[in-house]
């Protein structure tokens, strides 16, 4: 199915760092969603924005929907060893016909510099 | 709040067993759970929409026979793979919300390891 283009892969951060990471789609989206999942858990709900061109910070996270409604971005400030894992966005439409789904993309997987 | 509880957390067993999983909203009345797969170093693959008191839907590829979904109340709802092989190995994992316009909140996964 449907899968949107998330970047970078993967990243290394050096604690005090700012990383940044987006998510594009060809599709228009009313709902992004950001979750972070660490080994053998499920995802945990870090920011969610409903308005296009809304911008939205949840501690050191700040997240963005994208005025077109095809990307957002997520940054993390000031980035702490406990930032390390994957981050997924995902894209709903809210609508009955879609079921309120979820399309999530590739992920991006954070680690610590060497 | 908006705690979804997933059981058990891992389940080995020989080919040929069926193996259910539990999917439970702790907080919240959940009108929609979805199941999820993940392969490693994969994102997540949506298996099915469970809807409480009525059939699941299923994703293209999905075998609804294979992967059998009950969604009885408002807070529960089980997915059982029937008649496992070592292909059905793999990382599942339910969301659950309370309407349409909530954020999915995701259980703790379920590592299916099929010998």
């Known amino acids: 199915g449907q899968q949107l283009n998330q970047s970078p892969q993967s990243m290394f951060i050096q604690e005090g760092e700012d990383v940044s990471m987006n998510c594009t789609s060809s599709?228009?989206?009313?709902?992004w969603l950001w979750y972070k999942q660490d080994p053998g858990e499920g995802p945990v709900l870090l920011i969610a924005?409903?308005?296009?061109?809304e911008l939205t910070s949840n501690g050191r996270l700040t997240a963005q929907f994208g005025i077109t409604r095809k990307d957002s971005f997520l940054n993390i400030s000031a980035s702490i060893p406990s930032d390390v894992g994957i981050y997924f966005c995902?894209?709903?439409?809210?609508?009955?016909?879609?079921?309120?789904?979820?399309?999530f993309g590739g992920g991006t997987r954070v680690l610590v510099k060497p | 709040g908006a705690v979804v509880s997933q059981h058990p957390s891992r389940v080995i067993c020989k080919s040929g067993t069926s193996v259910k999983i539990e999917c439970r909203s702790l907080?919240?009345?959940?009108?929609?759970m979805f199941w999820y797969r993940q392969f490693p170093k994969q994102s997540l693959m949506l298996m099915a929409t469970?809807?409480?008191?009525?059939?699941?839907?299923?994703e293209q590829g999905v075998e609804k026979d294979k992967f059998l979904i009950n969604h009885a109340s408002l807070t529960l709802s089980t997915l059982t793979v029937t008649s496992a092989h070592p292909e059905d190995s793999s990382f599942y994992i339910c969301?659950?919300?309370?309407?349409?316009?909530?954020?999915?909140?995701f259980g703790d996964g379920t590592r299916l390891s099929i010998l």
């Open positions: 969301s659950a919300t309370s309407r349409g316009s909530q954020p999915q909140h």
């Open positions: 599709s228009i989206f009313n709902t």
């Open positions: 995902a894209g709903q439409l809210r609508e009955k016909a879609a079921g309120n789904k979820l399309t």
């Open positions: 924005l409903y308005k296009a061109g």
């Open positions: 907080d919240f009345q959940a009108t929609t």
């Open positions: 469970s809807n409480e008191g009525s059939k699941a839907t299923y």
